[in-house]
Nanobody, 120 residues
């Protein structure tokens, strides 16, 4: 089993910054990709950013140039650095990880979600 624990959400003013963390643990052989998705009330879940084990990144159009997704492979942790936050960034942010377990089974797991609210 592989588990994800997220932290770092909260309330921030427009134009501010916030950093989310997501740590993976359990029977991990490899983490091929980690990423962040978000879901606002009444909307579908959307891509925020992903990063592969090799460091390749992919960002949603609405966050390009404002968000970054650094990763610490040694700690099985991914971060989401959010700058120049806007009210429309308000959502529940979910961490996702995909890879193989120690028994060579594929996994694709989600965190419990963390609320980010951008408001004055």
């Amino acid at each position: 089993q592989v588990q994800l624990v997220e932290s770092g959400g909260g309330l921030v003013q427009p134009g501010g910054s916030l950093r989310l963390s997501c740590a993976a643990s359990g029977s991990i052989f490899s983490i091929n990709r980690m990423g962040w998705y978000r879901q606002a009330p009444g909307k579908e879940r959307e891509l925020v950013a992903t990063i592969t084990s090799g460091g390749s990144t992919n960002y949603g159009d609405s966050v390009k140039g404002r968000f970054a997704i650094p990763r610490d492979n040694a700690k099985n942790t991914v971060y989401l650095q959010m700058n120049s936050l806007k009210p429309e960034d308000t959502a529940v942010y979910y961490c996702n990880a995909a890879g193989f377990t120690t028994t060579r089974s594929m996994y694709n797991v989600w965190g419990q979600g963390t609320q980010v609210t951008v408001s004055s």
